[in-house]
């Protein structure tokens, strides 16, 4: 049925997101409730079969898809006695195993002592085990207050530095110039990398794992006689740390100052239109929801319509449909120029070039009604 359809999908998202943290996922446990659990997230019966399960297996990380609050994460490493992470933390750590520039990791390093903040008390209750805890209190509860002071001056000049940069960041993009500026945008892992390789025929970091980009990159392209310039944003994902959103602000101004968005899609994913959701919202949260768009419908060459006998994946939406037919109903329902291609083997390149173009020359004509 459909929320289990649902729930396979985000269990394999996170399990992707696991992998390209560098984990290797053992087991997954799943749990119906109308609510999580307020002390330890799921319920005593799963919280007992998982503890079990981690002991027989010397199970190192127990993820959970949700942010925990801080109570819960103390309250299920105790119970579980074993590394617990949950959705921040991963993709916290994801991307800070994948910064490259100084300012990426000064953003990097910012969330995560956000994060950290309000989680001190659990880092000192482990602490507190480790030594043996009796006695202890009294230091150790000056100690978290000094690490909280330490932490809070840390994340005040992490702020400062990010100010600067982001002035320094305002200024270059201020001094491209008035070429017309298009940002791609799209899910994590849909092909942005490799649909900018394709149109700036330069090498972009491409990669079938979460998040290869999270630098901005910026290449100058040509298509006809008319030059513009092309941002690769940051991949958006599903439930993105509010602590990201909030640092990653100004890799998403290239987005927002953008004059246009090439929203990319993969189509070849089960869920692309929740893809297509969260983007959008994100989209909407950093107020670049008006912008003019073209959507981009990438892999047409990994689509697949037919049924499987051991798929059970295949969305009611796609069934039986051929990707012909499916092509026509998004063209219908979209409001935006629409297209169908492969980055891989540029099926339909001409053509979206040309719609590329058209957008691209509208905004040009705007900004410079009298030339030509
Ligand atoms: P990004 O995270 O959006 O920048 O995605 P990437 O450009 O890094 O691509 C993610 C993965 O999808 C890589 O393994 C690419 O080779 C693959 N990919 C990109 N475009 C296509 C396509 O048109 N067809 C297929 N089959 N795979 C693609």
């Known amino acids: 049925d459909q929320d289990e359809e649902k729930l396979k999908e985000y269990m394999d998202e996170l399990e992707f997101l696991a992998y390209t943290a560098g984990a290797t996922v053992e087991k997954r446990f799943t749990q119906k409730m109308s609510q999580p659990d307020s002390k330890t ?7 007992q079969e998982i503890r079990d399960y981690v002991k027989e297996y010397e199970i190192g990380t127990v993820i959970f898809d949700d942010e925990l609050s801080p109570s819960q994460l103390k ?6 006695e074993v590394k617990i992470l949950d959705r921040t933390n991963l993709i916290l750590d994801i991307f800070a195993q994948r910064a490259q520039t100084s300012y990426a990791r000064t953003q990097v390093e910012l969330a995560q002592y956000e994060y950290l903040l309000p989680r001190l008390t659990r880092m000192w209750t482990h602490l507190e ?14 100690e978290i207050e000094t690490d909280r002071r330490i932490i809070r001056d840390r994340i005040s000049l992490l702020k400062d530095k990010l100010k600067t940069i982001d002035k320094q960041m305002a200024t270059q993009r201020n001094n491209r ?3 017309v500026r298009v940002s791609l945008v799209g899910y994590t892992n849909v092909g942005k990398s490799t649909l900018m390789n394709a149109l700036s025929k330069s090498e972009v970091f491409a990669e079938n794992k979460l998040f290869a980009t999270l630098d901005t ?10 030059p513009f310039l092309l941002t690769d944003t940051v991949g958006f994902i599903r439930k993105l740390p509010t602590q990201l959103v909030e640092s990653f602000k100004s890799t998403l101004d290239e987005a927002r100052e953008a004059d246009l968005l090439i929203h990319v899609v993969d189509i070849s994913h089960e869920s692309f239109e929740d893809h297509i959701d969260s983007v959008n919202q994100i989209l909407q949260e950093i107020d670049a929801h008006r912008k003019p768009m073209i959507m981009v419908f990438n892999k ?27 092509t026509k109903t998004w ?4 409001k935006y120029p629409t297209v169908f291609i492969s980055a891989l083997t540029k099926e339909n390149f001409p053509e979206m070039k040309k719609m590329i173009y058209d957008e691209v020359m509208k905004i040009h004509i705007s900004r410079f009604p009298y030339n030509d």
């Open 300 to 326: 047409i060459d990994d689509f697949s319509y037919e049924k499987k006998e051991d798929d059970d994946l295949t969305p009611s939406t796609r069934k039986n449909i051929s990707l012909e037919e499916w």
């Open 75 to 80: 309250n299920l490493e105790r119970e579980l």
């Open 177 to 179: 110039g008035k070429m």
């Open 129 to 142: 085990r480790q030594r043996g805890g009796i006695g202890m209190r009294g230091p150790g509860e000056t």
């Open 217 to 226: 990159t910026v290449r100058k392209v040509v298509i006809g006689n008319l």
């Open 41 to 47: 997230f799921v319920g005593s019966g799963k919280a």
């Open 331 to 334: 063209m219908a329902k979209s």
